[in-house]
Nanobody
Framework: QVQLQESGPGLVKPSQTLSLTCTVSGGSITTNYYYWSWIRQPPGKGLEWMGAIAYSGSTYYSPSLKSRTSISRDTSKNQFTLQLSSVTPEDTAVYYC????????????WGQGTQVTISS
């Protein structure tokens, strides 16, 4: 059973960089052919796919967020990380990490989500 757990600060100031880590257990992030995604849901809105890192280490980003987003991984810890720069209050959301079998598909495993609020 694959389990994902998000961690990181719940409050970030505007213009700073949001950084979240997803720790995966029950499976390796290098296993063919999975994609490890970051997805968010702002209050009152739908889910937004942000980007993913593949089993190979290749990265994929939403065009609307590409200029501000970076996803990396630490295979020794079986973790992958999201960094979102120059945040504004519009980046306030519940952030999820998830496992998918294609890029921006329908993930089969999700973390519980973590609330991140952008406020001074």
């Amino acid at each position: 059973q694959v389990q994902l757990q998000e961690s990181g600060p719940g409050l970030v100031k505007p213009s700073q960089t949001l950084s979240l880590t997803c720790t995966v257990s029950g499976g390796s992030i290098t296993t063919n052919y999975y994609y490890w995604s970051w997805i968010r849901q702002p209050p009152g809105k739908g889910l937004e796919w942000m980007g993913a890192i593949a089993y190979s280490g290749s990265t994929y980003y939403s065009p609307s967020l590409k200029s501000r987003t970076s996803i990396s991984r630490d295979t020794s810890k079986n973790q992958f990380t999201l960094q979102l720069s120059s945040v504004t209050p519009e980046d306030t959301a519940v952030y999820y990490c998830a496992r998918d079998t294609v890029v921006a598909g329908n993930p089969d495993y999700w973390g519980q989500g973590t609330q991140v609020t952008i406020s001074s």
